[in-house]
Each structure stands twice: as structure tokens, then as C-alpha cells.
């Protein structure tokens, strides 16, 4: 549903836009009129003046036949402007491109956005599986090995507060006690990285390492992922899977010296 302006420092117009945009951004690639109206709350008639304004400032576009609406092109110099102008895409972008090369396996980095983990870059080696995660996708931080890296800066009571209970449960193997996830950032602070097998999707698994700026606080974290034969903790190759470990931290490090972390 929208988000109704609340003071008089908010602009409900600007609000009803931006929820228009995110209804486009909800998974189906065009939608309705009635479509987005649905998803956004707002009446029928105001949706299609806001898409009428968008379409006009290129934020989206209407399909000439089927006239459903999507996305535009004309969004993309704004987030690519804002992904590039990052610091940690800007320290990690190379560092990544290595990883996925030397490892075979998809290499990603996120930083937590409230409740959630966004990516800001991924590459994909030979080996890992195909991916439709892309820069400003978001995922559970609970779920996996990086969400795990970036709770670790935070107490039981924060991580608590942040998330709510019970934890989603994403598969069968989806940690959703907190005392479970209390334990296993605990494991985390003392290896120095995180590893999360099938939580999210079965048959993947990824292991990551928290990533520190100049003041040593955990602003991001990079994982390696790909099949769970590889990565996960149920691995039949535990020797094959640690030496996946040490490149990821190493990975992570380097990105931290970047940012200016001692």
C-alpha cells in the first residue's frame, strides 16, 4: 500500500510517484492500470495521471500495443550514478571481478538497508549457477551468509527488534529461532565469515566475510556462492570448501584496506 504523507514536510505527491515506481518494480515486468492501482492503493484515475506523468519524464514507458506499463530506460543513468558513486562498489567492483574469476563461483557484495541486505554488484564465474540477483535486489539478512556478516555489528536485542519473531522460513533449512541465529553470528565473529546452505534456495549455498570502513564498523559484506556440493556446511569437500573461506575473507580485506580499515 502507499505510504500516506504524515507532516507537513512530506510531499504526498512525490510519495504517490515513488509508489508508483516501486509497484513496476514489484516482479512482473508490465502491469495494468488496475495493476498498479492495486498495488499501491491509490484510486484508478490518479494512478493513471501519475504513469501519464512518469511516462512523459521517461521513468516509464507504456507498451504500444498491450499498453501495460513498465520501467523505462530513462531510470538508469540515476541508479547507475548512484551504484558507481558508492564507496563500497568503488572498492569492491575490481576485488569482485577477481574472485568470480579465480573461484568459477558467483562473487556478490551488499550493504544492509534496515531489514533487509541490497546487492550492489555481483559477477558470475563458470561454475556458478545462473543468478537473477542484480544490483539493488534485496534479500533476507537472516537467510544468508551475508545478511549473517552484517548482523553481526549489531546485539541480540537490535537483531531482535530489526527482524521480529519468528524468523521467515524461506526452505526447510531457513534458521528462524533467533537463540539459532545468536549462536551462528557468535561462529561467525570467531572464523571471520558466515556460511548459509540452502536457506534461501535450495540446491545453493554461499559463504561470506563482513567488510570494515575506516572506523572498523561492518558496512558491508562479500560472499562467494554456487552449489552446495561446494559451499555448504554439508559439503563432502570440507577441505575444497575452506579454501573458498580464506578467498573470501581475503576478498573482504581487501575491500576493507580500500575503504581505509587498518
Not at 504523507?5 to 516501486?22: F, H, K, P, W, Y
Not at 567492483?93 to 563461483?105: H, S
Request: contains cysteine.
Amino acid at each position: 500500500m502507499v505510504t500516506r504523507a504524515t507532516d507537513a514536510g512530506t510531499n504526498q505527491s512525490v510519495e504517490r510517484a515513488v509508489s508508483v515506481l516501486r509497484a513496476l518494480d514489484s516482479g512482473r515486468p508490465e502491469l495494468r492500470v488496475s495493476d498498479v492501482a492495486e498495488l499501491t492503493g491509490l484510486g484508478s484515475s490518479t494512478t493513471s495521471r501519475l504513469l501519464s506523468t512518469l511516462e512523459r519524464l521517461d521513468m516509464v514507458e507504456r507498451d504500444p500495443v498491450s499498453n501495460l506499463y513498465r520501467l523505462s530506460l530513462g531510470l538508469l543513468p540515476l541508479a547507475a550514478t548512484a551504484t558507481n558513486r558508492h564507496p563500497v562498489h568503488r572498492a569492491a567492483r575490481t576485488v569482485l571481478q577477481g574472485l568470480a574469476t579465480r573461484t568459477g563461483l558467483g562473487a556478490n557484495v551488499a550493504v544492509r538497508r534496515g531489514g533487509e541486505l541490497m546487492f550492489l554488484c555481483n559477477f558470475e564465474g563458470t561454475r556458478a549457477p545462473k543468478s537473477y540477483t542484480q544490483a539493488g535486489h534485496t534479500a533476507p539478512l537472516h537467510a544468508t551468509s551475508i545478511g549473517k556478516c552484517l548482523l553481526t555489528g549489531l546485539t541480540p536485542k537490535e537483531r531482535r527488534k530489526l527482524l521480529g519473531d519468528p524468523l521467515d522460513a524461506h526452505t526447510e533449512y531457513t534458521t528462524t529461532s533467533h537463540d539459532l541465529l545468536d549462536a551462528e553470528i557468535d561462529t561467525v565473529r570467531r572464523i571471520g565469515y558466515a556460511v548459509e546452505a540452502e536457506e534461501r534456495a535450495l540446491g545453493r549455498a554461499s559463504l561470506a566475510a563482513p567488510v570494515r570502513d575506516a572506523s572498523g564498523e561492518i558496512v558491508a559484506a562479500i560472499s562467494l556462492w554456487g552449489p552446495t556440493s561446494l559451499l555448504g556446511d554439508r559439503s563432502d569437500t570440507e577441505g575444497q570448501r575452506l579454501a573458498l573461506a580464506r578467498e573470501v575473507i581475503e576478498a573482504a580485506d581487501a575491500t576493507s584496506q580500500a575503504l581505509g580499515a587498518l
